[in-house]
């Protein structure tokens, strides 16, 4: 800055003054002279020539000083060059800007010659490689001016040159610093050209569009060129009001709309614009996103939540809605709503025998026949499992419903052909009807599967309107439920033993252990009545425990001979630790275990894990003996045999009963015997209740035996004279 101080001395030094100053300086001369021309008038004209004089300098350095500081006031470089291209002056943005030639700047120097030092030096890039012709070309727009154009410095800076003649020869030059701005502009074209989100640049008047990126071109499928010929509305079929967001200047507008692609595709998307100048004219910068394959997934989504994935029906939350809102326009019209809870019969079987893909597959023709069967504004659902239901949202009479009951039936109950197996499957239907049953969705699916498992109780592959007494029955079902809780926590269960004979010379050889409830106001309660009701609320395993502690401690007190049977419930291996349970029971009796015979029945290896067989094996590495109870009753007993092998089979007493007069059940104990002695097994024969069934039994080669024609359960008291008895009779 020092040296542009000094300024007005060299420009005083030189003559080289700015044109006002040289005019004031040529009108004091002409003062001068006059003043002269006087001098002989007398010596007093010369002094006041000479004030003028002087009063005319000083006026003309003022002058000079306030153009200079007009000057340093302009944002601009300004630089002034006489006709020869000398400096003449300039002002201190314009020496900032050339910052590293600024020392060469001097009046009287040439613009050429510091501009040849300057490319010497490398500050000009743009020179590099042919630095004579970028210097002519140069010194040809100084004098012959052309418009704006840019320089591009070697320290990045990007500066904007207008320069224009004077009328005394010389140039006045404007320099600018626009690199801020040019960064501004490759930022923006950075992020819109190279944006993978589609975005355009439109007029805010017409909405024509100004410029659209790589994005938008293939998002859209048109060319750059097409899209400048078209506007907004030309991609636009329906679009949202915009949503202005007036808080804040900058805050951008986002609306959703539909959009048409090049090939006719409609496209869902969310545009967000904002304002924005774009090379001079109003405009909107607009990115698209498309959210066609979002707002699908969400679709999906709300569909598969109401949907069942398998079957495609209507699932539980959907039915129920649906309900809710026949049962709200039954309120106002009156008339009926059916509801049917469907169950297919012994469905788990085929999932059992023929595995879940199978069973997937059954499913899926169920489904398909009960919705053929239902009408259009009916609605079938599955809410789960092997359950379906049927909702019958307008009715006059429930005869209609008892119909449609029977038609499903038979549609379903039609053989299936599935992956080459004949399947075919019954099922049983329970019906509720509001307002009769229930005017509460709730109530009326409640109501629909109690009659559903009275069907099901019935005999199966039928239906069931609900009835009030069906009702009492599920709470008396519950008051029983809350009994048995009691009665295990109060210990007033007790075991019976009922004797397992030697059918070749009528001696006692064991004891079955058979639980029995005595109740306070029904009397002992039979277990085929409280023991599927404890498989069911998990009491099994505390009662299981029971009795297998408390029959092993009875044991120990009978002769060393006698043996042990304890039934298991197939829940005890599914829940609870089985075989810590038995060995427990054994230490705290001290009974040895060659005396304690498990039964399990086929249910047990039903789910046939390995884990189930493993268990089973543990048992017998203890020392006790596994029996399969119940023989026959099950599906499939003869690979059972084969899965384990078993101490001992016993036959069931649906067919010892009548056994003399059946050859069919005679035909099936003779093949059981043949089977388990080729198996070395032992068999008993369970229910013998005559002397003729223990007859046929032991002509047959049977050697064990049980029944109420020996003895039914007692208890342990019981049991104690009965041994004793025995025991002085033999002596
Ligand atoms: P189960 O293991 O087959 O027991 C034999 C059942 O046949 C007993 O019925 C017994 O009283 C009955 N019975 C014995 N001889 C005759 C006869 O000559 N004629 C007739 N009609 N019946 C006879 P109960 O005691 O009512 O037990 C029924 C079932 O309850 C048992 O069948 C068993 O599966 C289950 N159960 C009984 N106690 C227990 C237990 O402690 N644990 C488990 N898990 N189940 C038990
Ligand atoms: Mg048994
Ligand atoms: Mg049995």
């Known amino acids: 800055m020092s040296g542009t101080a000094e300024e007005p001395i060299h420009a005083k030094r030189s003559g080289k003054l700015w044109q006002p100053a040289r005019n004031l300086m040529q009108r004091a001369s002409a003062r001068c002279r006059s003043a002269v021309d006087t001098l002989t ?12 004089a002087d009063a005319a300098i000083a006026n003309a350095t003022a002058a000079h000083e306030r153009l200079r500081a007009a000057l340093e006031i302009l944002p601009q470089g300004i630089v002034f060059l006489d006709d020869e291209g000398r400096y003449i002056l300039w002002n201190q943005k314009y020496a900032d800007i050339y910052k590293r030639s600024a020392d060469l700047f001097k009046v009287g120097v040439r613009l050429e010659d510091t501009l040849r030092i300057g490319v010497a030096r490398g500050d000009y890039p743009e020179a590099k490689g042919n630095e004579e012709a970028w210097i002519k070309e140069r010194l040809e727009l100084l004098y012959n001016p052309r418009g704006p154009h840019e320089q591009n410095l070697s320290d990045g800076r990007c500066i904007l040159i207008e320069e224009r003649r004077t009328s005394d020869g010389g140039v006045i030059g404007l320099r600018m610093d626009i690199t801020a701005l040019k960064q501004r502009e490759a930022s923006f074209r950075l992020l819109f050209d190279d944006n993978p989100v589609p975005m355009f640049v439109l007029h805010r008047d017409t909405q024509a569009f ?5 994005a938008a071109q293939a998002h859209y499928g048109y060319s750059r060129a097409k899209l400048l010929a078209m506007n907004l509305n030309d991609l636009r079929i329906e679009h949202d009001e915009l949503v202005e967001d007036g808080e804040t200047p900058f805050a951008s507008e986002v609306v959703t709309s539909k959009h048409t692609t090049s090939d006719g595709r409609v496209i869902e998307v969310v545009a967000f614009s904002r304002r924005l100048d774009y090379e001079g004219m109003p405009a909107i910068l607009l990115a698209v996103i498309d959210i066609t394959e979002r707002k699908q997934a969400e679709a999906r989504i709300a569909y598969m939540a109401h949907h069942d994935a398998l079957t495609e029906l209507p699932n539980r939350v959907l039915f129920r809605q649906h309900m809710g809102d026949a049962l709200a326009q039954r309120d106002r019209t009156g008339g009926f709503v059916g509801v049917l809870c469907i169950d297919l019969d012994n469905f788990k079987l085929v999932n059992d025998t023929l595995g879940h893909p199978i069973g997937d597959r059954l499913l899926q023709d169920v489904a398909q026949r009960i919705k053929r069967v239902t009408r259009q504004r ?16 307008e009715t006059k009479s429930p005869q209609e419903l008892a119909i449609l009951a029977q038609r499903l039936i038979d549609a379903v109950s039609e053989p299936y052909m599935v992956e080459g197996h004949a399947l075919t499957v019954g099922t049983t239907i329970g019906i509720a009807v509001a307002p009769t049953d229930g005017e509460d969705a709730d ?13 099901k109780s019935d005999g199966k592959s039928t239906f069931r309107f609900f009835e009030q007494e069906m009702d009492a029955k599920a709470q008396a079902r519950r008051q029983l439920e809350a009994d048995l809780r009691f009665a295990v926590a109060n210990d007033s269960l007790e075991v019976h033993y009922q004797p397992l004979v030697d059918l070749t010379n009528n001696d006692v050889i064991g004891f079955e252990a058979l639980l029995r409830w005595p109740h306070a106001t029904r009397g002992y309660v039979p277990p085929s009545e409280f023991v599927p009701l404890a498989e069911e609320t998990g009491m099994i395993t505390a009662l299981g425990n029971f009795v297998l502690r408390r029959a092993c401690a009875d044991a120990v007190a009978w002769p060393s001979h006698i043996k042990l049977a304890v039934n298991l419930s197939p829940m005890q291996f599914r829940v609870g630790n089985v075989f810590a349970n038995v060995k427990n029971a054994l230490a705290l009796s001290g009974l040895q275990p060659d005396r304690l015979d498990l039964e399990i029945t086929e249910s047990v290896l039903l789910d046939r894990t390995d884990q189930v067989i493993a268990h089973l094996h543990a048992l017998r590495a203890l020392g006790v003996r596994i029996s399969m109870d119940d023989f026959g009753t099950g599906y499939s007993s003869l690979s059972y045999l084969r899965a384990f092998p078993f101490d001992k089979i016993k036959i069931d007493r649906s067919f010892v009963r009548d056994l003399p007069n059946n050859r069919h059940t005679l035909a099936i104990v003779r093949a059981i015997l043949g089977l388990a002695s080729g198996l070395d097994m032992k068999v008993v024969a369970e229910g013998i209740e005559t002397q003729a069934d223990l007859a046929c039994l032991a002509a047959e080669g049977c050697k064990e035996g049980q029944g109420f024609y020996f003895s039914e359960a007692r208890p342990q008291a019981e049991v104690i004279k009965l041994l004793e008895e025995k025991q002085r009779r033999v002596a």
């Open 210 to 214: 100004l410029a659209a990126n790589a």
């Open 443 to 455: 109530r009326l699916l409640r109501n629909a599967d109690m009659a559903l498992y009275r069907g």
């Open 41 to 52: 008038s007398g010596r007093t004209k010369i002094e006041n020539a000479r004030a003028v």
């Open 378 to 393: 009916d609605m079938a659902a599955r809410l789960g499992g092997d359950e379906f239901a049927v909702l019958v949202p």
